[in-house]
């Protein structure tokens, strides 16, 4: 089982390649890349390509990722703003929205335009309206000062090209009282199918999250291969 889901990560998204395997699929387009090639000591990851966006809406996720009970950790009231930061293809946006309902508003931000063309096609399939996806830059979260109670990253901080810029503009954006999540594989579980620079340690996320002007409120480990790291702005 575990080497099916290696298997379709490779032929994805080029992610967990174990040496036997073939080529991995094109892994990126987006300026992101070439950028900072480490950062606090690790690598950053390859942003992942929208070549491999796919990946992003297999079946699978369901039972490892449990997109709905993530969500529901995240105790949203309608109303409020979240900005889905590397929102892929619109794979949380769509729960974060239903989460937040109609009066409320989900900033789904991205660096490639052919994610964010995808989260717009998802839009139209569930004709959820909240939603607004927005181009960004890769050392620049586009969000306005106060403007959000949460920001969620998904499998993305790893491979942010500016970390610092990115969480200094998330802080500028927070609301009193707002909060950061990041979704990470956990890097201290061998068994994880991912390639390493795709994971972190708990340690890791908290060494660079502390600097970065952030305090820790909750680690949720219910996943199997992922954590929950939520933080809100340090005073
Ligand atoms: C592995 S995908 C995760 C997508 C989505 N969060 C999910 O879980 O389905 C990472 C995404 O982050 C985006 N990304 C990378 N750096 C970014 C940045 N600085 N700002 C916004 N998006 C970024 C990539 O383009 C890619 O779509």
Redesign the pocket.
């Known amino acids: 089982m575990r080497w099916i889901v290696v298997a379709a990560l490779v032929a994805a998204?080029g992610r967990a390649a174990p040496a036997t395997e073939a080529a991995p699929a094109p892994a990126i387009?987006?300026p992101?890349a070439d950028a900072a090639t480490s950062y606090a000591g690790r690598p950053i990851a390859p942003?992942?390509?929208?070549l491999g966006?796919g990946?992003?809406?297999r079946d699978d996720?369901i039972e490892r990722?449990r997109?709905d009970d993530v969500v529901a950790a995240l105790r949203l009231k309608p109303g409020m703003v979240v900005a889905?930061?590397?929102?892929?293809?619109?794979?949380?946006?769509v729960r974060l929205a239903r989460a937040v309902g109609p009066s409320g508003v989900v900033i789904a931000?991205?660096?490639?335009p052919e994610?964010l063309a995808l989260i717009t096609k998802r839009m139209a399939t569930t004709g959820l309206a909240n939603i607004e996806p927005r181009l960004?830059?890769?050392?620049?979260?586009?969000l306005a000062p106060g403007s959000i109670d949460l920001a969620?990253?998904?499998?993305?901080y790893h491979?942010?090209?500016?970390p610092a810029?990115?969480l200094r503009g998330v802080r500028a954006a927070l609301k009193p009282g707002g909060r950061l999540v990041l979704?990470e594989y956990r890097a201290e579980d061998p068994d994880v199918p991912i390639k390493p620079e795709?994971t972190m340690t708990l340690a890791q996320i908290r060494a660079e999250l502390g600097p970065l002007g952030f305090r820790e409120l909750e680690d949720l480990e219910f996943l199997p291969d992922q954590r929950i790291v939520i933080f809100t702005p340090a005073p």
């Open positions: 998204c387009a987006s992101a942003t992942m390509s929208y966006a990946w992003l809406d996720r990722e997109p889905d930061i590397g929102a892929g293809s619109g794979y949380f946006s931000t991205d660096v490639q994610m960004v830059k890769p050392d620049d979260a586009g969620l990253l998904v499998d993305v491979e942010l090209a500016d810029a990115i979704v795709h």
